[in-house]
């Protein structure tokens, strides 16, 4: 891999000269001075692979996260097919295994983290006057570490001989997946999967320094604190979150290796289990809260447009924000109520996991008040909104339940926590992503979706998901474990239901897809800068300011832009809606 990664480098090195943007493409200031200096970017595929541009990149990553949001939709879908029928049906245990590992990884590392890094990258410099990123060419480098983590993560699905998929869930509990015992989980294929997750949190920690670096440093002269909008907020928490907790993912990867191929025993030895999962939960459980945050931010951020209004009690999100980030590094052991720690500790972690729910309860309580007595206009994206509020309440109430130690004794790893987390991950945190797709749809592309088509993606989505995941809740109240491919034949009725809601959930991303790109490709084009009306009720914001100067100057007969327009960030002085009012939304 090594060599073949030099090779390309080398390869790149000869067909691009990497120094030939200018600076305004790579990130530095207007009139900035430099003694290689090109007008050009290169076109084609060169342009892609060598791009430094953060609307380019943002695009990347949204190529990305879409792709593997896919692969790991056929992953459930053939998951939830084979849970059809109580006994074993058109696959085997061990591929059921193998998908079911593949499938949380894929949705949480390969598609969740990088379409929260899409929206940031392209949006984050634009929403705070800035030029680029602070650190062009390194967001570069974060975003193609990921495309070889994804081959290493599926790699045990390809035609390779003697290579099997790892088959140790997501959660890469040991001693299984430290290949202890005559199973398969020895093999080098979950090898391959820890080295593809070791690339992605290396990525995610060189967007997080990026980010930090560029809010801090990059804003325009009218972006203060207390104007700074709350989309840039979440995104400044989640970063933070993510600098303290993938580098431990990956220190604890890395003695993960060293216990299955250097004969070590961090993990082999009295406790290893224990220690195992402290440090993995000590990351997973701020892993929810660095997906959950962004999405947040995302629905704080367009719920208010089509509400008519501000954002009801801006400061208030805020802190609650900045409260969850600090709190979300006090739970981790809610995770183990069941593994026999000391009861005194898991008090303390119970009175924490039951305390985080008063922030996440004041953002929803905040949503809910913009809309009350608004001018509510139904689109598309405020569909998805208000989808996003209802699941969040949802697996947010569940989720209270399981922090309690008596509850969560009798529904620890059943269907129970399955309903529940996935009403936060597919329920809130898709529904928050596809709000800002369909909303931010004319900035990126230049065209309109069809909105008959959104709405109905809308609608499919949100039935689909509420007959799948609540099924799975009851599911668990009756006791059945999860991470099975065979049960008892009483659960079949709810297994059928939970796949029916499945296949609902699943024509609906298909028409989301068709309508994505074929919107893309023979959309109306939109020709004004504020497609949504926001002028009327003064929550124009900066994107579509830039946006808009983008389309009056473009030249008519080639659709270049003017030179004397910045591509990164705007005009140098853009009006801002905020006016520099605190509860800027």
């Known amino acids: 891999m090594g060599i073949f990664l030099v090779a390309v480098a080398a390869w790149l090195a000869r067909i691009e000269n990497w120094r030939s943007y200018s600076p305004i493409g790579g990130g530095g200031a207007l ?22 541009d953060h609307k380019d990149i943002g695009l990347l990553y949204g190529t990305y996260g879409l792709i593997a949001f896919v692969v790991g939709g056929l992953m459930v879908t053939v998951m939830r097919l084979e849970l059809i029928d109580p006994g074993m049906s058109f696959i085997s245990n061990q ?22 890094a899409a929206f940031a990258n392209y949006l984050v410099p634009l929403l705070i006057g800035a030029d680029d990123m602070a650190f062009p060419r390194v967001n570069a480098i974060a975003f193609w570490l990921l495309p070889p983590a994804a081959l290493l993560i599926w790699a045990g699905f390809f035609p390779i001989p003697n290579l099997v998929p ?6 890469m509990y040991t001693p299984l997946s430290a290949g202890v015992g005559a199973g ?45 909008d709350i989309f840039s907020w979440t995104i400044l928490t989640q970063s933070g979150l993510i600098l303290f907790a993938f580098p431990l993912l990956g220190s604890a990867l890395v003695m993960l290796l060293f216990d299955r191929n250097f004969g070590t025993t961090f993990f082999t030895g009295e406790g290893g289990a224990m220690l195992w999962q402290h440090l993995f939960w000590f990351f997973g459980h701020p892993e929810v809260y660095i997906l959950v945050l962004p999405p947040m931010g995302i629905v704080s951020y367009v719920l208010p447009r089509f509400a008519g209004r501000r954002l009801f009690g801006f400061k208030f999100v ?46 929803t309580f905040n949503w809910i008040t913009t809309m009350w007595n608004g001018r509510v206009r139904l689109t598309t994206p405020m569909l998805f909104c208000i989808g996003f509020v209802s699941n969040f309440i949802i697996g947010g109430v569940t989720g209270v339940f399981l922090a309690s130690i008596p509850v969560d004794l009798i529904l620890h790893d059943t269907y129970y926590v399955v309903g529940h987390f996935h009403y936060i991950v597919m329920g809130a945190i898709a529904f928050a992503g596809f709000a800002g797709l369909y909303y931010w749809y004319p900035l990126y592309t230049g065209r309109m979706y069809q909105k008959t088509l959104g709405k109905a993606h809308f609608w499919l989505s949100m039935v689909g998901t509420n007959i799948t995941f609540f099924a799975m809740i009851l599911l668990g109240y009756g006791g ?23 296949l609902i959930l699943f024509v609906g991303q298909v028409i989301f ?13 939109v020709e004004d800068g504020d497609p949504w009306n926001l002028r009327e009720s003064g929550l124009y914001t900066a994107e579509w300011d830039w946006y808009d100067q983008k389309i009056k100057t473009a030249i008519a007969d080639g659709g270049e832009e003017d030179d004397s327009v910045l591509t990164d960030g705007g005009e140098e002085e853009s009006a801002r809606a905020d006016d520099g009012d605190a509860d800027a939304d």
């Open 31 to 52: 009139g900035q001075q430099e003694g290689y200096v090109s007008r050009e970017k290169p076109s084609g595929l060169i342009r892609w692979l060598t791009t430094v």
């Open 166 to 171: 790892a088959q140790t869930a997501w959660t």
């Open 513 to 525: 897809v068709w309508n994505f790109v074929q919107s893309w490709l023979e959309g109306p084009k």
């Open 480 to 502: 059945m474990p999860r991470r099975y491919a065979t049960y008892l034949p009483q659960f079949a009725t709810l297994h059928q239901v939970a796949t029916l809601g499945a």
């Open 95 to 116: 591929f059921y295994n193998s998908l079911l590992t593949s499938h949380g990884i894929t949705m949480l590392f390969l598609f969740g983290t990088p379409i929260i």
């Open 184 to 228: 398969t989980q020895a093999n080098a294929g979950v090898d391959l999967m820890l080295l593809g997750l070791h690339l992605t949190g290396v990525s995610a920690t060189m967007g997080a320094i990026n980010f930090i670096a560029t809010i801090f440093t990059e804003r325009g002269d009218d972006v203060s604190w207390a104007n700074l």
């Open 318 to 363: 805020v802190y609650s924000t900045l409260a969850i980030g600090v709190l979300s590094f006090g739970v981790w052991a809610h995770h183990m109520f069941a593994t026999g720690m000391d009861p005194r500790l898991r008090a303390s972690f119970m009175a924490v996991s039951l305390a985080i729910a008063i922030p996440s309860a004041v953002k």
